[in-house]
C-alpha cells in the first residue's frame, strides 16, 4: 500500500511519497544526477544492493538508516516521472535533549524546478 503525504484534489500540488524498496533504482538514478550537478560522480560509491540494505521503507520502517520521500508532480494525463526527493535521518541534540532531523540531499530534476516542489518536501 502506498502512502502519500500529500493527497489533495488539487492538481498543482505535487505527490509526495516515501520510497518502496521498488523504488530504489530511481533513487540511485537521483543521487547519480546529484552527483553530476555537484561535479562528483566518481564519489558515487551506491548501488541498489547497498541502498536496499542501508534504507529505511515502509514495509520495515525500523531498519535502515535513512528514508527517502519521492516527489512527482500531478498530472491528470499520464504517470508523471519522478520529479525529485529528500534523503533523511532522524538524529539527536544532546544539547536540546531533543530529537531531530537532518536532511541529508534535496534534489530536484532541472526541468522541475522552479516550482516550488523541494519546499513541498
Not at 500529500?6 to 500540488?13: D, R
Not at 538514478?29 to 558515487?44: K, N
Not at 535502515?64 to 504517470?79: D, F, N, V, W
Amino acid at each position: 500500500m502506498e502512502k502519500v503525504m500529500a493527497a489533495s484534489a488539487n492538481y498543482n500540488e505535487p505527490i509526495i511519497r516515501f520510497a518502496t524498496e521498488e523504488d530504489v533504482p530511481t533513487i540511485l538514478s537521483l543521487i547519480h544526477e546529484l552527483a553530476a550537478y555537484e561535479h562528483a560522480i566518481s564519489s558515487v560509491h551506491a548501488t541498489t544492493s547497498t541502498l536496499l540494505q542501508t534504507l529505511s521503507f515502509p514495509s520495515s520502517p525500523t531498519s535502515g538508516y535513512a528514508k527517502t520521500l519521492l516527489i512527482y508532480p500531478r498530472s491528470e494525463t499520464h504517470t508523471p516521472q519522478c520529479a525529485g526527493m529528500a534523503l533523511y535521518f532522524t538524529n539527536y541534540s544532546t544539547w536540546r535533549a531533543a530529537p531531530g532531523i537532518y536532511l541529508e540531499d534535496l534534489f530536484v530534476r532541472p526541468e522541475y524546478r522552479g516550482r516550488d516542489m523541494g519546499q513541498r518536501c
